[in-house]
């Protein structure tokens, strides 16, 4: 299935660009997706999304086709999803 990625704020200057597309089996979840975008991304994109006890940071939000979605709910994603990472945002 092809699901189609966002990112905004930190999230994206880290990936390089605002958006990408990534395949993933039939069936996978929101928590496979995560997983193998931090394997995809890299050790500074995953220390972003995950702590150092692999636990997700839920400062960062998660939005699938515009409704946010907690980590734990864990949903199955379907072909054409949209997920959207968003990081905290800080500035003065």
């Not at 995953?46 to 939005?63: Q, W």
Request: hydrophobic share 35%; no cysteine; aromatic share 6%.
């Amino acid at each position: 299935m092809n699901i189609k990625l966002r990112f905004t704020a930190q999230i994206k200057d880290v990936v390089g660009n605002g958006a990408d597309t990534i395949v993933v089996n039939d069936g996978a979840k929101l928590q496979d997706l995560l997983k193998k975008i931090a394997g995809k991304y890299g050790e500074k994109f995953e220390s972003i999304l995950f702590d150092e006890n692999n636990g997700y940071r839920h400062s960062n939000l998660i939005v699938i086709n515009q409704s946010q979605i907690s980590y734990e709910d864990n949903v199955t994603l379907t072909e054409g999803d949209e997920v959207t990472l968003m990081s905290p945002i800080s500035g003065g």
